[in-house]
């Protein structure tokens, strides 16, 4: 059927548009049509939090990467100070190699968790971006539904006698 919260959108405007005139001005729609479309929109909104979760399971691991690699620099400097233990100048030199390794590996971390902190930031802000723009779409839609419908700001899921008014839609 529809792909997105946009497509089903456009179906319930055209299943509106189309609705059949009765006397006096009035139209119906398929009330429980009109709910089932409703609700496959509500539905849309988990595959996008679960596309947000899915972001943040690659962020962590990117993060556990990099930490691994640190983790391996670090043991590979270690490793070779203690190759070089055999003189003192050597051993000088090895201390400050490792050290050198040491910092360019927690810099190369931190460089890695920042840019994936700033990745997954701004995955989750254009995904609650686009989320905030479909429920405003669907809130706009409900309300001129409402409107047209004739049933006031205050929903009633119960009433089976709901009519549209396409004379009131052309004011």
Not at 6 to 16: A, G, K, N, S
Not at 102 to 122: G, H, I, M, V
């Amino acid at each position: 059927m529809a792909n997105g919260v946009t497509e089903l959108l456009d179906m319930l405007y055209r299943m509106i548009d189309d609705a059949k005139g009765g006397l006096g001005g009035t139209c119906k729609i398929n009330r429980d049509d009109a709910l089932d479309l409703l609700d496959e929109i509500r539905n849309k909104f988990p595959a996008e939090l679960s596309e947000a979760k899915k972001l943040m399971a690659t962020r962590n691991e990117y993060l556990d990467g990099a930490k691994t690699d640190a983790d391996r620099i670090r043991q590979q400097a270690m490793d070779k100070a203690r190759q070089m233990v055999d003189e003192h100048e050597i051993v000088r030199q090895a201390r400050a190699e490792a050290s050198s390794v040491t910092a360019q590996a927690e810099k190369r971390s931190e460089e890695l968790k920042q840019a994936a902190n700033a990745y997954c930031e701004d995955a989750l802000r254009r995904t609650e971006d686009a989320v905030n723009v479909a429920l405003n779409e669907v809130r706009q839609s409900r309300s001129k539904f409402r409107a047209v419908a004739g049933m006031g700001s205050t929903p009633s899921r119960r009433s089976q006698n709901v009519a549209y008014d396409a004379a009131k839609e052309e004011d």
